[in-house]
């Protein structure tokens, strides 16, 4: 039953993906293909606009964390010595949250960095992708008598079979996956790096730009 939970929900983000936006994010370590999620559109516009604007050429993945996330959009990045901390760049405004029961943060999912802002809305800029790991049955359990989350079937069979980052569902907003890709996310999480989670080597965005559609048909 499980199984056939986990084939359904992903035959219907198959059938999504489709429609969706594409973002091409090519660093130092191999190329990454981000799929933004229609029923969050102000974050996927702004992705979309910055990405048009070249705004994240040249940025840092600057904090990455095995088993949890790798992040970057830091605009402070982009000169900064080594060692230098990071994370705390923006660009002036906030992206109101667009946290919903539907997206959540399975493995590979690309979720929007925040402050602590009571309204959980976003930063303008900075984003992360989910590495993750699997949880048991038990460790939702308990997440979920936490956090008042409550996990569909299907979430609960993609964390326990492909894993994720649970704890933050509901905190943040998700507006996005990976498609391409993942590999790299996992080879960047598991770079050397120092106390505060910037990676020793430089990891660079050396170029995202919005990929064009693909159609077939008779012209």
């Known amino acids: ?56 050429d040249s940025l840092l993945f600057h904090r990455v964390i095995p088993e949890f996330v790798i992040q970057g959009g ?38 929007a960095a925040r402050d602590n802002n009571p309204e959980k809305a976003s930063s303008g800029c900075q984003f992360y992708i989910v590495i993750g790991r699997k949880y048991t049955d038990e460790e939702l359990d308990r997440i979920a008598q936490r956090t008042g989350r409550k996990f569909t079937p299907a979430q609960r069979a993609f964390y326990k079979n492909i894993g994720g980052t649970p704890h933050l569902d509901g905190n943040y907003t998700v507006f996005g996956e990976v498609v391409e890709g993942m590999n790299v996310a996992d080879k960047i999480a598991h770079m050397q790096r120092d106390k505060l989670d910037r990676p020793l080597t430089d990891i660079r965005m050396k170029k995202v730009y919005v990929q064009r559609r693909k159609f077939l048909g008779i012209f």
């Open 1 to 56: 039953m499980r199984k056939l939970l986990l084939a359904l929900f992903l035959l219907m983000a198959f059938s999504a993906s489709a429609r969706r936006s594409r973002v091409v994010i090519v660093t130092d370590s191999g190329r990454i293909v981000l799929e933004l999620y229609d029923e969050t559109p102000k974050h996927r516009d702004n992705m979309k606009k910055l990405a048009k604007e070249h705004f994240y």
């Open 74 to 111: 830091d605009p402070d990045s982009k000169h900064a010595p080594a060692g230098k901390a990071l994370g705390d760049g923006d660009l002036g405004y906030r992206i109101p949250a667009e946290i919903n029961d539907m997206d959540f943060h399975k493995r590979g999912a690309v979720g």
